[in-house]
């Protein structure tokens, strides 16, 4: 069966520094992959999906993430954190079938000015 | 962006009670979902919905949990006798098409507290 692993539960980092957040998955084939972002009160937002092609995805509010298949790992990057990216990150991945989404359970990210 | 609107924002509930969350999905949306988070777990999948019909579920979703979509608009939870456990963050979720690429657009939650 499919499983995301999220080694972070607590990442803390300074404004204005880069971060990067882990992400490891179990899948048989060709990963459908997805990081979501929940701030307090917010529901998930999508922050980027990768499917197949490149595997340096580009996201909204200027997050990327790589897909390295070698590693089985999808991790989040931005290169500068801003304090509104204070919230919990959550990676998923597309079952092998059916539509349903299996999380990883998600890293919260402190933001410190 | 539209939006997934779920109401009420939070719930509580004596055990045994019953409840029902309720959901709008995206109009145009034909896919709607279920996932629940226990505080401090996982999010997890409970139920997909298509064509009035359940067409997929976990094994959370045993018999004290159904989904209605009433009318053309609405998509509901109910829980017929809660339990202490029930109490987590249930969020919604409805897409387009259901293709495995399709993007999941989720509600802010109800937050269920079962007392």
């Known amino acids: 069966a499919q499983s995301v692993t999220q080694p972070d539960i607590h990442i803390t980092v300074s404004e204005g520094a880069s971060l990067e957040l882990r992400c490891n998955y179990s899948y048989g084939a060709t990963p459908y992959l997805f990081w979501y972002v929940q701030s307090p009160g917010q529901g998930l937002q999508l922050l980027l999906k990768y499917f197949s092609g490149d595997t340096l995805v580009q996201g909204i509010k200027g997050f990327e993430a790589e897909f390295k298949r070698s590693q089985s790992s999808f991790n989040l990057r931005k290169p500068s954190v801003h304090w509104s990216d204070a919230a919990e990150y959550f990676c998923?991945?597309?079952?092998?079938?059916?539509?349903?989404?299996?999380f990883g359970a998600g890293t919260i990210l402190r933001v410190k000015s | 962006e539209p939006e997934v609107t779920q109401t009420p924002s939070h719930q509580v509930t004596q055990m045994g009670q019953e409840v029902i969350l309720r959901c709008v999905p995206i109009s145009n949306h034909l896919y709607f979902y279920w996932y629940r988070q226990i505080l401090g777990q996982k999010v997890e999948f409970l139920v997909s919905?298509?064509?009035?019909?359940?067409?997929?579920k976990s094994e959370i979703f045993d018999d004290q949990f159904s989904v209605e979509r009433p009318d053309g608009s609405n998509f509901t939870l109910k829980i017929r006798s809660t339990k202490l456990e029930d109490s987590a963050m249930y969020f919604c979720?409805?897409?387009?098409?259901?293709?495995?690429?399709?993007?999941?657009?989720f509600g802010s939650g109800t937050q269920l507290s079962v007392l």
């Open positions: 979720a409805s897409s387009g098409v259901g293709g495995a690429n399709e993007k999941l657009f």
């Open positions: 998923a991945v597309r079952a092998e079938y059916g539509n349903k989404l299996v």
């Open positions: 919905f298509y064509n009035n019909e359940i067409s997929e």
